[in-house]
């Protein structure tokens, strides 16, 4: 088909073509030798996962804790700058993946998670502003359900899709729809050996406080029997090492947040938006203390990025350009931090994956 010069219709077509070769690929190549490279399964169609890396978390109990950190709080109605040292940060949590379906062209999961913030103060009794007083008093809550599905085609390419949707808040108030967030996010993967697979997406996300669609770019490897690499940019980059089968080291950097309606008393009679997003930097060893149950403990340092509460949507909307503080009440500097973590994991035992590669 021979396209117009210059026509405004040239650069869509030649991506839908684009696209088009690409899902046509498979074809060209030779399936038995892509069988061979461990990158399709017995019927042709591609195998998302990689060859030795840890199973997957089925059901995870967890806590975590920030020991002694300082907040600097200002108040934008006025010139009152408050600094207090928060005792500990505490977090309770439980997250559950379940395989709803599990074939070879097909796989769909359904995850439920909950998890439960409180701060301490030192010396709670000498806080002197109301927002200090409602952290100490107040529990910031998220409970929610993921979906995920992977479509496997015939050859090396996959398509992963996950969706997100939670209610944070204090649950204070009467208005819970007000509480919900999600993230929705589309991948589109290359395997390119047992050991090796890549791959870009997109994804939507209103946790961090401003609705926006942003580009994912994915990539794991095994480079041996003991050294690993999984980036998932622009939230997450770790580092595996497996000494052997039963024992995991990893050292990792992440982005990570949330945000929460609460209602915080004498400061404002409507629901407020609390921000929070950190970036960790941490070191993570996992152990198997029985086939398919597994515990591990967390460390490293906490920065915080943003710990801020609005009093409008609008400053959630992504229309509203960053830096805009027209709709900011309360603003925390909050300094970094040692954090710790650890818990209990149950992954699939190996007898059911032998049966279910």
Same mark, same amino acid.
């Given at each position: 088909?021979?396209?117009?010069?210059?026509?405004?219709?040239?650069?869509?077509?030649?991506?839908?073509?684009?696209?088009?070769? @690409?899902?046509?690929?498979?074809?060209?190549?030779?399936?038995?030798?892509?069988?061979?490279?461990?990158?399709?399964?017995?019927?042709?169609?591609?195998?998302?996962?990689?060859?030795?890396?840890?199973?997957?978390?089925?059901?995870?109990?967890?806590?975590?804790?920030?020991?002694?950190? /300082?907040?600097?709080?200002?108040?934008?109605?006025?010139?009152?700058?408050?600094? /207090?040292?928060? %005792?500990?940060?505490?977090?309770? &949590?439980?997250?559950? %993946?379940?395989?709803?379906?599990?074939?070879?062209?097909?796989?769909?999961?359904?995850?439920?998670?909950?998890?439960?913030?409180?701060?301490?103060?030192?010396?709670?009794?000498?806080?002197?502003?109301?927002?200090?007083?409602?952290?100490?008093?107040? $529990?910031?809550?998220? &409970?929610?359900?993921?979906?995920?599905?992977?479509?496997?085609?015939?050859?090396?390419?996959?398509?992963?899709?996950?969706?997100?949707?939670?209610?944070?808040?204090?649950?204070?108030?009467?208005?819970?729809?007000?509480?919900?967030?999600?993230?929705?996010?589309?991948?589109?993967?290359?395997?390119?050996? /047992?050991?090796?697979?890549?791959?870009?997406?997109?994804?939507?996300?209103?946790?961090?406080?401003?609705?926006?669609?942003?580009?994912?770019?994915?990539?794991?490897?095994?480079?041996?029997?003991?050294?690993?690499?999984?980036?998932?940019?622009?939230?997450?980059?770790?580092?595996?090492?497996?000494?052997?089968? %039963?024992? @995991?080291?990893?050292?990792?950097?992440?982005?990570?947040?949330?945000?929460?309606?609460?209602?915080?008393?004498?400061?404002?009679?409507?629901?407020?938006?609390?921000?929070?997003?950190?970036?960790?930097?941490?070191?993570?060893?996992? /152990?198997?203390?029985?086939?398919?149950?597994?515990?591990?403990?967390?460390?490293?340092? %906490?920065?915080?990025?943003?710990?801020?509460?609005?009093?409008?949507?609008?400053?959630?909307?992504?229309?509203?350009?960053?830096? @805009?503080?027209?709709?900011?009440?309360? $603003?925390?500097?909050?300094?970094? $931090?040692?954090?710790?973590?650890?818990?209990?994991?149950?992954?699939?035992?190996?007898?059911?994956?032998?049966?279910?590669?």
């Amino acid at each position: 088909m021979r396209l117009l010069k210059n026509s405004p219709w040239n650069c869509p077509i030649a991506l839908v073509l684009l696209v088009l070769a @690409t899902f046509q690929a498979p074809a060209q190549y030779n399936i038995d030798s892509l069988r061979n490279l461990g990158v399709c399964g017995p019927n042709g169609f591609a195998i998302p996962g990689i060859e030795g890396m840890p199973r997957s978390k089925g059901l995870e109990v967890f806590q975590e804790r920030v020991p002694s950190y /300082r907040i600097q709080t200002s108040f934008e109605d006025g010139d009152s700058t408050f600094e /207090r040292t928060i %005792r500990r940060t505490k977090v309770v &949590g439980a997250k559950i %993946r379940l395989p709803l379906a599990n074939r070879e062209h097909f796989k769909f999961l359904v995850g439920l998670s909950y998890a439960q913030q409180e701060f301490a103060f030192q010396n709670p009794e000498t806080l002197s502003n109301a927002f200090h007083q409602s952290l100490q008093d107040k $529990s910031l809550i998220s &409970g929610g359900i993921a979906l995920y599905s992977i479509n496997s085609f015939v050859g090396n390419k996959y398509l992963a899709f996950r969706g997100t949707f939670r209610l944070n808040g204090d649950f204070d108030g009467d208005q819970l729809g007000s509480h919900q967030k999600s993230t929705i996010a589309g991948l589109l993967g290359f395997k390119i050996h /047992r050991y090796k697979a890549w791959g870009v997406g997109l994804s939507y996300s209103n946790t961090f406080g401003r609705a926006s669609i942003y580009p994912l770019l994915f990539y794991n490897q095994k480079y041996n029997e003991k050294w690993g690499l999984e980036l998932v940019l622009p939230v997450s980059v770790k580092v595996l090492f497996q000494p052997n089968d %039963r024992n @995991t080291f990893y050292f990792q950097n992440q982005l990570e947040g949330d945000n929460y309606n609460i209602n915080l008393e004498g400061i404002s009679q409507e629901s407020l938006f609390l921000e929070k997003a950190d970036f960790k930097s941490f070191f993570t060893y996992e /152990r198997e203390v029985y086939d398919f149950i597994w515990v591990y403990g967390s460390g490293g340092m %906490r920065f915080n990025v943003n710990f801020d509460v609005s009093d409008s949507d609008a400053y959630f909307d992504r229309n509203v350009p960053i830096g @805009t503080n027209d709709n900011l009440v309360i $603003s925390n500097h909050l300094s970094r $931090s040692l954090f710790f973590r650890f818990g209990l994991f149950l992954v699939p035992p190996r007898s059911w994956l032998q049966k279910n590669p």
